[in-house]
């Protein structure tokens, strides 16, 4: 950054190092300091050790950070920044790299002289990361010498040592993380893969670099990304909206600073009917928002409305626009670098910070002034495109009314065809959204009736990717889900809100024939969730049935197979490995199971498996929905060109 503090390698030294608290509750908590200790928590940890690295990147001392996945799923990352100080710390009697490997809260980013800002969420660091991993070892190249420092646990096994001379500088992190803790150990190349490219948009002109060793590509070499962005946040913005049909020819970007808060932002329109707005402090997506979102949005609504009124437009349609109008079709991201954030929600991803809304308000109002009297035909474009909203808005309230008055006259009943549990406790109760009247009959029968309810779907929901909002209150099977979970989807002052306080069950469970048009229904239904339902989905209360796909049978004997590597080994088991001496029977529908079959498999909380749905980028989940259930064909012949290796066809 052009106002970070640039130090030259002499006055980073030990006694920049300050010393916060010991690292003792770590392991016991895991979950306070990472999240959780799923596969979430367990990426969480390259992201600690990356944010290092972009910290002195940040500062300018770096331009290059490689991430490395290894066989046995250890990572390394490696920097080419100043090199971690080694030097004896004053106040702990010992290396400044074992104090920020050994001490929660120790480093650099505590002192706001070394960083004029830090990435991290709460700022726990790398020796969280230590402290969760059974092998962790910290290579230091400084100033012509080598030094390393291996820990397990946490604990070092021996001092610092000088190993040698070298050319480079910088640092080099590798940690295995402690089985004992995380469930899971394996590391997903894509979820990796999506936050460095992440991180190359937000900070561009630094190359991150990501190679597996666990995956050989046919020309014999490790599977391997680069990511570099020069375009940064508006490259950012074509990326996301790469599947889409533009409305201006190049995204709006503007970067500037105000009451000592550094703002960039980009934004562009498209012909689509959902508002898709990244936000991000330090480096960190805050998915739930905050100030610098509320002060973005402020000026978005304040400068458009201004525009729109004094040309004219507005009073010659006499249409009242809301806020919300201003967004339909609008991608954008914002990026704030706040030297002490607060974060609060949920997640702890909501900015609190209340001197970040003016800040980024007053620069997105400049650049959009700016855009506005520069180009008078796209910002004729967009005010169209907010008149559009505004008339579709008014025309989906009138819808949702109606809807909401056929419940009041026919005493606001569950769907018909809803087979309702009788827990009504939502934390106890599940419901299933099945495809089919003859599967739902099959799964009403096989049920546990006390805590499942069971919803038949006839048919493909509506694509809501293309669709105005007043049209989903025109489709029966929408109707039908929104009333029987109890939810409305309404208005909060100027913004589209679900109302969850009345949602009867939190459990959504999506179960689809395992054929080609189950996959689509499957998809529609997910991308209802994602456009108009997030919050459930943040919730963790939507999931995936996962019925089996083969029933191998020999004599009394069988299995039933949910793989094609299962259906060999049962084959193998029940047969000898001799095909034509078993029974396989392929699912292709639900309906092919008895209530019984349905239930042992799919529906019995003891044996079934469920996918939870979850969103681990924002930005890739938009552009996948977009891709594969909007109007741009080639994206969308591209992808399944790509990943038809791994498709099944059904013959």
């Known amino acids: 950054m052009s106002d970070a503090s640039l130090l030259n390698q002499e006055d980073y030294s030990a006694n920049n190092i300050q010393v916060l608290e010991g690292l003792e509750a770590v392991r016991k908590r895991p979950a306070m300091y990472i999240g959780d200790i799923g596969v979430k928590g367990l990426h969480h940890l390259i992201w600690e050790v990356v944010d290092n690295s972009i910290d002195e990147a940040l500062a300018g001392h770096c331009d290059r950070i490689e991430v490395t996945i290894h066989e046995d799923n250890s990572v390394s990352v490696r920097d080419y920044g100043r090199g971690i100080p080694v030097g004896m710390h004053a106040k702990e009697g010992k290396s400044a790299l074992e104090v920020v490997m050994t001490v929660l809260h120790a480093g650099g980013k505590f002192d706001k002289d070394t960083y004029k800002v830090s990435g991290g969420l709460h700022g726990v660091g790398v020796s969280c990361v230590n402290a969760l991993s059974i092998e962790f070892r910290a290579e230091v190249h400084r100033e012509g010498k080598m030094y390393e420092q291996e820990y397990s646990i946490g604990k070092p096994l021996y001092p610092v040592r000088e190993i040698g001379t070298t050319d480079y500088r910088g640092t080099v992190i590798k940690f295995k993380p402690d089985g004992t803790i995380f469930p899971t150990l394996e590391y997903k190349y894509e979820t990796v893969a ?344 943040d919730l963790g ?32 088991r029940l047969g000898g490995g001799r095909e034509d001496s078993v029974s396989v029977q392929r699912y292709k529908g639900l309906g092919e199971m008895n209530p019984e079959q349905l239930w042992e498999t799919t529906m019995n909380p003891e044996n079934r498996t469920l996918k939870q749905v979850t969103i681990e980028s924002a930005a890739e989940a938009d552009l996948l929905f977009s891709m594969l259930m909007g109007d741009e064909v080639p994206p969308r012949r591209d992808f399944i060109e790509k990943n038809a290796k791994y498709a099944k066809v059904d013959v």
Request: hydrophobic share 35%; charged share 30%.
């Open 541 to 572: 209360y939507v999931y995936i049935a996962q019925p089996p796909f083969y029933l191998v049978k020999k004599g009394t004997k069988s299995e039933y197979c949910w793989t094609e590597d299962q259906r060999l080994a049962a084959i193998q």
């Open 194 to 537: 999506n936050r460095l490219r992440e991180m190359s948009f937000l900070n561009r002109g630094i190359r991150l670099t990501l190679t597996d060793l666990r995956e050989i590509e046919d020309d014999g070499t490790p599977k391997h990304n680069e990511f570099f962005s020069e375009g940064g946040l508006v490259e950012f913005v074509q990326y996301i909206d790469q599947t889409r049909e533009q409305l201006i020819p190049l995204p709006m970007y503007m970067e500037g600073e105000k009451d000592g808060v550094p703002v960039e932002v980009s934004l562009t329109y498209n012909t689509s009917y959902s508002e898709n707005v990244l936000s991000f402090v330090n480096n960190i997506n805050t998915h739930e928002g905050g100030t610098h979102v509320s002060g973005f949005r402020m000026a978005l609504t304040r400068t458009l409305k201004s525009y729109a009124d004094k040309t004219g437009i507005l009073a010659k349609e006499k249409v009242e626009v809301s806020g919300d109008d201003f967004r339909e079709g609008l991608t954008a991201v914002i990026s704030v670098k706040v030297q002490e954030p607060q974060f609060e929600g949920q997640t702890k991803t909501k900015l609190g910070n209340s001197e970040v809304t003016s800040a980024v308000s007053g620069c997105v109002q400049e650049m959009l002034e700016n855009f506005l009297e520069e180009n008078p035909k796209e910002a004729r474009i967009i005010v169209d495109k907010v008149l559009l909203a505004a008339k579709a808005r008014i025309a989906a309230r009138k819808a949702r009314e109606m809807v909401q008055r056929k419940n009041v006259l026919t005493g606001g009943g569950l769907p018909g065809k809803l087979a309702d549990c009788a827990n009504s406790d939502p934390e106890q109760c599940e419901i299933y959204l099945v495809e089919g009247d003859s599967a739902g009959g099959s799964a009403k029968q096989g049920r546990d009736r006390s805590f499942q309810a069971i919803l038949p779907l006839r048919g493909k929901i509506l694509n809501v990717e293309k669709a105005q909002e007043y049209r989903i209150y025109e489709n029966d099977e929408i109707k039908n889900i929104l009333t029987a979970l109890g939810v409305r989807i309404g208005r909060e002052g100027d913004e589209r809100a679900l109302n969850i306080e009345k949602l009867r069950y939190h459990k959504v469970i999506i179960m689809t024939d395992a054929d080609i048009d189950g996959s689509h229904i499957r998809t529609l239904i997910l991308t209802f969730f994602f456009r108009f339902m997030k919050e459930l989905i």
